[in-house]
């Protein structure tokens, strides 16, 4: 269900600079109460690091746990509740898919992205320990995590290494 006519298109901060990148961590409901259903121009990745919920994916519901990622493409809605015993602490990281591509037909990894920004390629939207490529894939995850945050002098090529193995990981 990609809905971007919808008006619960999320109102945030836009990716700025020259490198359109964010990371950051949140506990529901320490931090906000919920995160209500809206969409969005750009892939998140969230990574559950503590307590259990449910994350809606284009109205699916899916229990998540601690240790759990799940894949939001663009155009995709979503929310994220905790369980009402828990709190639900997310790392996320959020980026346009053209970050990685040319956008020119004969570029290899518009071949492969293109498709999923229009919604015409299916990704597993979650994924566990029990995924024979989940430490790796989380093991990308947790540079890109640290790079944003530290900011060495040339952590957009570390990120940009580190998405391009986390989508060869997927397809």
Not at 4 to 23: K, R, V
Not at 61 to 70: A, M, N, R
Not at 134 to 144: D, L
Request: proline share 5%; charged share 20%.
């Amino acid at each position: 269900m990609n809905i971007q006519n919808i008006d619960l298109f999320e109102m945030h901060e836009p990716l700025t600079g020259s490198f359109p990148f964010a990371a950051l961590t949140a506990v529901l409901p320490d931090d906000i109460s919920s995160i209500s259903i809206h969409w969005q121009d750009t892939m998140e990745i969230l990574l559950i690091r503590e307590g259990t919920g449910r994350v809606s994916i284009d109205l699916e519901k899916i229990s998540v746990k601690k240790g759990d990622i799940c894949l939001i493409l663009p155009g995709q809605l979503h929310s994220i509740d905790a369980d009402s015993n828990s709190s639900l602490k997310i790392s996320m990281i959020q980026f346009p898919l053209s970050l990685l591509s040319g956008g020119t037909d004969n570029d290899d990894a518009f071949a492969f992205l293109e498709p999923l920004s229009k919604g015409e390629q299916v990704i597993p939207w979650l994924i566990t320990p029990e995924d024979g490529w989940y430490n790796e894939f989380r093991q990308c995850f947790e540079e890109m995590f640290q790079l944003q945050t530290f900011y060495s002098a040339a952590y957009p090529l570390g990120i940009k290494s580190c998405l391009f193995r986390l989508f060869y990981l997927l397809f």
